[in-house]
């Protein structure tokens, strides 16, 4: 046990506090580091680590409103409480002890400013880089119609809104554009689920099969797939009786998958970044003076 | 008691009644008293760099760069704050207080653990009839030991750092320069105050800051002084270091300072401040010397903190000053005094007065000017408001003492705290607080005196009290 330091002993792991709770505290830390984050729709993220010195909690004792953040201790660590009632009790007799913190908040503000700056304009090289996932699926159902020389054709991913199986490109006469299919419904839906390709002749008296408008005879469904989870569906039909796949064709799809699963995977996390830096955006347009793009 | 500071009403230079210093003053004319005002590479002189001369440093610089302005500050110190024994040290107990610690931090000046000897969190209040603990409220470690110095005389290695110097080096970290020279003389030519060692002339300065203690510093000479400085009030204290082992220290004391209102003989109050190889034992009271540290280590409920058989020999002691007056005007053109030089807080705290006054005079100096009546407006009134408090600290010593005194208050002084550190509850624990806030110095005398003549507290105590005069062996 030390002997020799201040505040409080917070073990490797240890929440000082939680997103959403209720403070009147504020905290230096003596010794260690400390995680500040966040949760978002996407999980946790992290905005900040801070040091020996460093400042926390102190947005507490300015609103009453929750913790806006959850600090945890990244290490075995040494933190001192500073309370709020003591806290302004002393800044009302000595205004100018406040000096230090303002300028350690102007200090994080103007590096937020700095990382809203840098955001925005990495924003602005994603719009202007990279293709649309609508772009790169319909090229890989072009590159396998091509190859099998199928009548239709379409690629569904799944919707992370609500976990359906929407079709997002598609050619031929058999698939129409809003057709929807939830999780482990109809054969593409099964094979999202299973993950295992299919090649399916006698369509017709599959159990799994949606009678749609027109008469499937055959067809190839292949999972689009990461290491963690299936996202999506390569489907191939033919309409014509005489015209049936082989097997070579379904290996053919299942090898294109490969990369194109890769290319999905990457257009989503683009289509993703966007979303997010959008929603940075509107949060930014929302603070006054704050489009003008001046320091604070 | 002292007299109420009438004259610092009297700006205007030909009126009022202090007239000892009418001869010694020149005019200034109105060229200078423009110049009375800081302004890019004006100079600073700092006579003392303990704490008061380190915060005055360190603030005065930090604002400057904070508005832009150049300001040349230099401490005079000739000590280095780390050789073992009392010749670089600034005798004293080596209690940095809950307040301290945490206003500190938010100044931006943490106390690392090379400086701290003891992090504590806790009171033990010894009394002829019974003991108390006091814990902080929020059962951390808020209050550090520390040494003012290199420690004790006797120390052989050690890999910790004083207090003082640390403080020191922050200002020069800052921008202060550090003169290990003894400043002895101070005269004035064409209104600026010039600084000597011996015949050698040091500077001349825009302002000269006093900022030395009552014990280590020859009060410099001050010629043409506009008024006489007068040294403050002071009062003997001894304070001695006893080596202990430190697995003994952390097992016998915890993180808890000492505290005894004990009745020993010419003893006000007392304390033993765990240190990491050492305790520090400090006395206040009437005629201390030597053999008081004696006696009061003989009492059976100071003999039981120490180990059993010998007494380990006392490794270094000393009998220093202890400011408990207030020179009446603590300042002129171009010069303040702050620290214990001028006021500080009665008994304990001497860090957090040195602090208080060295931000009082920085603000003064930085935000207004450096003359008369700058200093008359705006350090003035919390000078004196050190020196009002330090009338009703004196008055919660008397009613401390008489606790000390007669048995039927101390007992009800204990049943109330006993009562309330036992209560599960996070109810109003007044006395514990109060007890905790004016053994720490976490708070104004003023406002522990206003807070312990609250009802609730007061009809407590009576009832007890009551009880305890008349039943007299009333089980506690």
Known sequence: MTTDELGRDYEDGEVVFREGEEGNVMF???????????????????????????????????EREPRSATVTAMENSRILSIDKTRFFQNISRDPSMAFNLLRTLSERLRRIDKEFTRLKKRRLEILRSGMDLKETCRVILEEASDAVQAENGSVMVVNPDDGSLDIVAAYGTDTPEKARLTLGEGIAGNVLATGSAELINNVTVDPRFKPGTLSITSIICVPLSSETENFGVINLSHTSNDRLFSKVDLQFVKSLSVYASVAVRNAISLLRLKRATEFLDLGITSFPGAGEGDGV | MIPAMRSSRGTKPDQGSTGDFRSLITTPDAGQKASLSLSDGSRIAVIGGGPAGSFFGYFTLMMAQMLGRDLDVTIFEPKDFLTPGPGSCNRCGGVISELMVQTLAVEGINIPSSVIQRGLSSYELYTELGDVSIETPTKEKTIASVYRGGGPQDLVISDKDSFDAFLLRRAVEKGARHCARYVDRIAFEEGKPVLFSGEERLMQADLVVGAFGVNT????????????????????????????????????????VQLFLLPVKNVLFAAIIPKRSYVTLCILGKAINRSTVDVFLAHPKVRALFPEGRLD????????????????????????????SGSTRLYKDGIGGAYFMAKSAVKTVIMNGVSRKDFAGNFMPDYRSIRVDNRFGRFLFWVTSMFRKFGFLNAAMLEVVDKEQADPSDGRKILSAILWDMFTGNERYR??????????????????????????????
């Open chain 1, 28 to 62: 230096v830390i003596q010794r260690g580091r400390v995680r500040v984050s966040r949760t978002t729709g996407e999980g946790e993220v992290t905005i900040a680590t801070l040091g020996p010195g460093d400042v926390f909690g102190e947005m507490a004792l300015f």
């Open chain 2, 217 to 256: 510093w020859k009060v410099p000479q001050f010629e043409g002084l506009p008024f006489r400085y007068h040294r403050p009030r002071m009062t003997r204290t001894a304070i001695a270091e006893i080596a202990l082992d430190p697995d003994y220290i952390t097992e016998r004391y915890g993180n808890s």
């Open chain 2, 313 to 340: 020999r006392l490794a270094c002691m000393c009998l220093p000053m202890m400011n408990v007056g207030a020179p009446r005007r603590p300042y002129a053109d171009r010069i303040v005094f702050i620290g214990d």
């Open chain 2, 447 to 476: 406002s522990i005196f206003f807070r312990a003549i609250a009802p609730e507290l007061v009809i407590k105590m009576t009832w007890s009290a009551v009880r305890h005069f008349f039943g007299g062996s009333h089980d506690r």
